[in-house]
């Protein structure tokens, strides 16, 4: 076994509650990753996703209350509607929710999924590549300023707070999942 052995678990803000973060801590498990995706309510109606902002940031509260040390958020940039300043506004409120940990991928569209499906009829529409480009770098310059380092091409974090198990595909090593 590596050790130390990294237990992390990965959670929809919407459907956690304080009890049971306890009971997940108590059994070992000590990390949890949010799928946030975003904390403007309109990205996220449009996204389809269960959570609101608030519930997202009140999820990463709690997990600090039931004693997780190591907090990460997952983020998407690239959305439809979503524009430099509404993602800024998700980078700055999932920093000063006290993660220790971001993943902040760009959006990528399945096929046969309903977004799919209204970004081929028109009635969504992404933004162009250079504005998708523009949040990437500015993850880049803001994250550092904010005392993260990026490790990966989409993982950011505070020292010692990286992921372990996210080093361990890139390094192709043996996993449990």
Not at 53 to 80: C, H, N, T, V
Not at 83 to 88: E, K, P, S
Not at 131 to 144: F, I, V, W
Request: charged share 20%; glycine share 8%.
């Amino acid at each position: 076994w590596r050790q130390p052995a990294e237990v992390t678990m990965e959670m929809n803000p919407g459907t956690v509650d304080l009890d049971r973060l306890c009971q997940y801590r108590e059994l070992g498990i000590d990390r949890v990753s949010f799928g946030v995706q975003t904390l403007i309510e309109e990205e996220l109606r449009i996204i389809g996703r269960m959570h609101t902002a608030s519930e997202a940031l009140q999820a990463i509260e709690l997990a600090a209350q039931a004693g997780f040390k190591r907090i990460s958020a997952d983020l998407i940039y690239g959305l439809p509607t979503q524009t430099l300043q509404t993602f800024d506004y998700t980078l700055a409120a999932a920093v000063k929710s006290g993660v220790s940990h971001l993943s902040v991928y760009g959006l990528t569209v399945e096929e046969g999924t309903p977004l799919a499906s209204k970004l081929e009829d028109g009635s969504l529409v992404l933004p162009s590549e250079e504005e998708g480009e523009g949040m990437y770098e500015h993850t880049l310059s803001y994250l550092e300023s904010q005392g993260f380092s990026r490790y990966e091409i989409s993982n950011f974090a505070h020292a010692g707070q990286e992921s372990l198990h996210n080093l361990i595909y890139w390094r192709y090593l043996p996993y449990f999942g």
